[in-house]
């Protein structure tokens, strides 16, 4: 699993998140396109973005900085990387690319799930117990 620690021993790093006039410390969407970027590979990171975990809600929507559109108003996480509920438009719609470093963290994190060792001795004994 690459340089990856367990959750809450490190950090979560911020993906996703765009400069603004007053602070140009973060990229900007535009300078991220990729119009060769495949649909299919955009679908399936888009995919997993949409599925991230509320990590928190703001008041209002953010605006898409590329076409304006009312774009989210949470952040999500993996426990890995948090990001803005939107960013899986700029990749879907937009073909905002995202690092490959990203791109092998869902195709690991994919396989660790399709891989993990199934239990249902827990839930046999449990289930009834409420
Ligand atoms: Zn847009």
């Known amino acids: ?3 990856l620690r367990e959750p809450a021993d490190r950090p979560v790093r911020l993906l ?3 400069g ?3 602070n140009q410390t973060l990229p900007n969407p535009a ?7 495949g649909e299919a590979e955009r679908q399936w990171v888009a995919d997993y973005l949409e599925h991230g975990q509320i990590a928190g809600s703001w008041m209002g929507a953010s605006r898409c900085r590329l076409c304006s559109r009312a774009n989210g108003s949470r952040d999500l996480t993996d426990g890995y990387y948090l ?13 905002v ?3 490959a470093e990203f791109l092998n963290h869902i195709e690991q994190r994919s ?5 993990l060792e199934r239990d249902a001795s ?5 289930a009834a117990r409420t």
């Open 1 to 3: 699993m690459s340089e």
């Open 97 to 99: 690319r995202l690092p």
């Open 122 to 126: 827990w839930w046999r004994r449990n």
């Open 16 to 18: 996703g998140f765009w």
């Open 20 to 22: 603004t006039p007053e």
């Open 31 to 37: 300078d991220l396109v990729d119009p060769g970027w």
């Open 83 to 95: 990001w803005p509920e939107g960013l899986a438009h700029y990749v879907l719609d937009h073909g």
């Open 111 to 115: 396989q660790a799930l399709e891989g």
